[in-house]
């Protein structure tokens, strides 16, 4: 039994280096074997990853199985409820989400913004059917997310022709148009009118680092300052 010099690994007998570092084996009082096999293969080969389409199919069929499991026990289970609408509406969500990108790497982002939207006000409509919303389905929950869809759609294509600094006030500006359009479709719901508040707050906040991103924007001084201190 010898051990390496470098690293002190045992070695085996049969051993004409380290496995683990690789220095050369010699031991003069413990002559090489090399009658017997070695405890390593001596072909290396690779193990070939699943890609990631594979994945994403594995996924798939685990999400469907669970879906189906799901409403085979909501035929059992408090049959007059549909319960199981909330879990297939959240897995729907969940792969238009995160997989469908996985299946399509090129789908436009406008594209991807509009389904996404799409998944979302379909689980909305799918708890609706649940709880018999149509009248908030359709006098809330769809505008709200007609409005959002079309903000972070206009964001999406916006940001990637500009600067990083207009991209964020960009970005603010669109969590800005966000909160009025939620206070005001509540409003228009609850009330019949809109009286906007907390969203009015959030607005005047956005406003005020929408303002100082533009000076710093147009003023070279600073944009450099900015650029190299936030290294942008
Ligand atoms: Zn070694």
Not at 60 to 73: D, E, S
Not at 209 to 220: E, H, K, T
Request: hydrophobic letters at 55%.
């Amino acid at each position: 039994m010898s051990y390496c010099v470098h690293c002190g690994v045992e070695l085996d007998d049969t051993a004409a280096v380290c496995p683990l570092c690789a220095t050369p084996v010699h031991d003069p009082k413990t002559p090489r074997d090399t009658v017997s096999p070695t405890p390593y293969p001596t072909r290396s080969s690779t193990v070939e990853l699943p890609g990631k389409g594979e994945l994403g199919l594995l996924v798939t069929v685990i999400l469907c199985a669970v879906a189906a499991v799901c409403g085979v026990l909501n035929v059992f289970l408090k049959p007059g409820r549909l319960w199981s609408l909330y879990v297939i509406g959240a897995l729907l969500t969940v792969w238009f989400w995160l997989i469908l990108p996985i299946f399509l790497p090129k789908l436009h982002r406008a594209v991807k913004v509009l389904l996404d939207g799409a998944a979302v006000a379909l689980y909305l409509f799918l708890i609706s059917v649940d709880l018999s919303g149509r009248t908030w389905y359709v006098g809330l929950a769809l505008p709200i997310v007609l409005a959002e869809t079309a903000i972070v759609l206009a964001v999406a294509l916006w940001l990637p022709r500009h600067s990083i600094l207009t991209s964020i006030t960009v970005l603010i500006g669109g969590v800005a148009a966000s909160c009025l359009c939620i206070e005001l479709f509540v409003d228009r719901f609850l009330t019949g009118r809109w009286q906007p508040l907390w969203s009015l707050v959030v607005t005047a906040a956005c406003a005020a680092i929408m303002a100082v991103l533009i000076v710093v924007r147009r003023v070279p001084g600073l944009r450099a300052w900015a650029r190299r201190q936030f290294h942008l």
